[in-house]
């Protein structure tokens, strides 16, 4: 293959296999041959090349030509610089730690259902809500818990109403690919989607619009980045809250991360796990992710800071920016000067520069572009 068509040879030896996978699984829903599929078990959350079609490390179709998995892919090579430019028209700035903003602000949903069923605020679901009653969007990808939610596994779903958005509200650690939702988006007559994930995913739009990725880029009219660190394997349900902490998993009700990972229980009890003792459970695509911030999101948001009932809201885009200043002007989210909160900023530039550090320089294939920070 012409090293000007990097295909999935490339993208398996580049990003898959070297720790630099987040497991965002935008290749697969880019692949137009169905030839990726995705596995989740026992930690792995990464894609796979089915045996019959090149085998694990190469692509027949790859050898023809077909390079959509390596532009899908928020992870291969110059990918930050690609993004920033073509959303924004320039790259970020050095000083930027957080990524390319138009103004960061503090966002509460102004519905009691919303604001009391999502996380810190409730802004993304009441964005969510908008964007579907108000013609932006026809679905939203989204996370859903598995069964009656007390499995505590979160799966990729689509969320095409009010009730479903409320079904999917709240923060989960653990990991779901929500792009994989895409082809149950469209098989349900959706064209026009948004999209709810961290960084990893949140740039998938965005990699795939850069790089002309086709038919499956521009159906993501709307992306919001959710602020994140690291996720979790599912395995630390049983071997961690459980058999350590004696906290079962349907006991459960509610969790957030706040410097230590809080838990309610079913009973009415509260306890605070230490995230030291959370790290053996950290998923290998968070090792090397530089990207807390989801800098690549119309708008991104999470729930740091002082107030625990507000939401940080980066807005990135003009889109972005036109979807907050509809609904604050029209009463379904409530705005509050980020000064209000003078911590909030510095903390913001702290966490994202010590995801900086853990990305691999600038220098080689398969190595993540990152600037200093």
Known sequence: ?????????????????????????????????????????DGRYRPYHVLE????????????GCTLCTRACP????????????LFGRARAEEEVSGIARETVLLRATDPELLAAGQDGGAVSAMLVWALEHDVVDAALVSYLEGDGTSWKAIPGVA??????????????TYSANTLAYAEALAGG????????????????????????????????????LLCSKTFDDAIFPELFEQRCGLARPDIEKMNIKGVFQ??????????????????????????????????????????????????????????????????GSGALERRSVEDDPGVLPLLARLSRASRRRAPRAGGRGRIAVTAG
């Not at 880019?30 to 990726?36: E, F, I, K, R, T």
């Not at 079609?53 to 023809?64: E, S």
């Not at 992870?75 to 073509?86: L, Q």
């Not at 695509?285 to 800098?295: K, M, R, T, V």
């Open 1 to 41: 293959m012409p090293p000007d068509k990097p295909q999935w040879a490339e993208l398996f030896r580049e990003v898959v296999t070297s720790g630099a996978c987040t497991g965002c699984a935008a290749c697969v829903i880019a692949c137009p041959y169905d030839v990726l599929g995705y596995d989740d078990s």
């Open 53 to 64: 079609d090149g085998g694990p490390d190469d692509c027949t179709h790859g050898q023809r």
């Open 75 to 86: 992870r291969f090579r110059d990918w930050e610089v690609e993004i920033d430019e073509h």
């Open 160 to 173: 095409r109403n009010r009730a479903e958005v409320l079904a999917a509200a709240g923060s989960r650690y």
């Open 190 to 225: 959706a064209e026009r989607l948004a999209l709810v994930g961290m960084g990893c995913q949140s740039s998938a739009p965005g990699a795939m619009s850069a790089r002309r990725a086709g038919k499956v880029a521009r159906r993501f009219q709307l992306t919001i980045g």
């Open 263 to 328: 838990l309610w229980t079913r009973d009415g009890a509260y306890h605070e796990v230490p995230l030291s003792e959370a790290r053996h459970w950290t998923r290998e695509g968070c090792l090397q992710c530089p990207d807390f911030a989801a800098e690549h999101a119309d708008v991104s948001a999470g729930g740091i800071g002082a107030f625990g009932d507000w939401t940080l809201a980066i807005v990135r885009s003009e889109r972005g920016a036109k979807l907050v200043e509809e609904m604050v």
